[in-house]
């Protein structure tokens, strides 16, 4: 596994900067994508479905801090370091989660970029709601009727918790490089969010609509480039 969990290491660190450059190319096309999507898919019911349980909780956990380093809160970072860092093929050594503290998660090998920024971009609760939500409708032969209500609950709990935790001591950023980070972070969460709401409004069909979008908003953004070219 070690050798294993190195060649990945190798890799992504190969892959680094030509992803923060992409990162940086598609911040700006992500966004618009993101702002025509919330306008095409919103309406009344999503207003209420999806947005207000989406605000309410984001303003719950911004008017109440030790909300968001809540042990429910540090459990999910350090779950999501630690989900990556197996998908990378790295071997636990340890997860300790503190409320008054904070958590770490330990490791064996030197780790990547991937792992250490995993929770700023991978919103691992509403992931796992999103996994669970076919054995429900396999158990009880239809999704439940707050299951938009619920996804935006959740993502507006990412939301805020990762805004809160993004500050220039975060030792993650550290380990990352301040430099990738920067260039990294603004790009990948506007995807993130695009992505996951159109996921939750329309499933697969509604990701495969929003990577057109970006595919064309990509394209508008280049073109003036492109033609000095």
């Known amino acids: 596994m070690k050798s294993i969990s190195h060649l990945f290491n ?3 660190n190969f892959i680094k900067w030509p ?10 096309p992500a966004f618009y994508a993101d702002l025509i999507a919330i306008q095409k898919l919103t309406n009344a019911d999503v207003l209420i479905e999806f947005f207000l ?6 303003v719950l956990f911004l008017f109440m801090p030790m909300l968001a380093g809540s042990f429910f809160a540090i459990m999910e970072h350090e779950l999501t370091h630690m989900l990556f860092a197996v998908l990378t093929f790295h071997k636990p050594k340890g997860l300790d989660v503190n409320q008054d503290v904070g958590g770490s998660f330990s490791f064996e090998g030197k780790g990547n970029w991937l792992i250490a920024l995993a929770p700023y971009f991978f919103p691992t609760f509403w992931f796992f709601i999103v996994l669970l939500m076919p054995i429900y ?9 707050f299951y938009i ?4 609950v959740f993502l507006g709990y990412n939301f805020i918790v990762t805004c809160l935790s993004i500050h220039p001591k975060q030792t993650d950023f550290k380990v990352a490089g301040y430099p990738f980070t920067i260039c990294f972070l603004p790009g990948i969460t506007c995807l993130k ?4 709401f159109c996921y939750s409004l329309k499933g697969g069909a509604g990701v495969e609509a929003y990577f057109r979008l970006l ?8 073109q003036p480039i492109l033609s000095l070219i």
């Open 149 to 152: 209500s619920l996804l935006g």
């Open 19 to 28: 992803v923060a450059v992409m990162m940086l190319i598609l911040f700006v």
């Open 10 to 12: 190798l890799f992504f």
């Open 193 to 196: 969010y695009g992505l996951v």
């Open 137 to 145: 409708k396999a158990v009880t032969g239809a999704l439940p009727e």
């Open 53 to 58: 349980p989406f605000g309410a909780t984001a």
């Open 215 to 222: 595919w064309q908003r990509t394209e508008l953004f280049l």
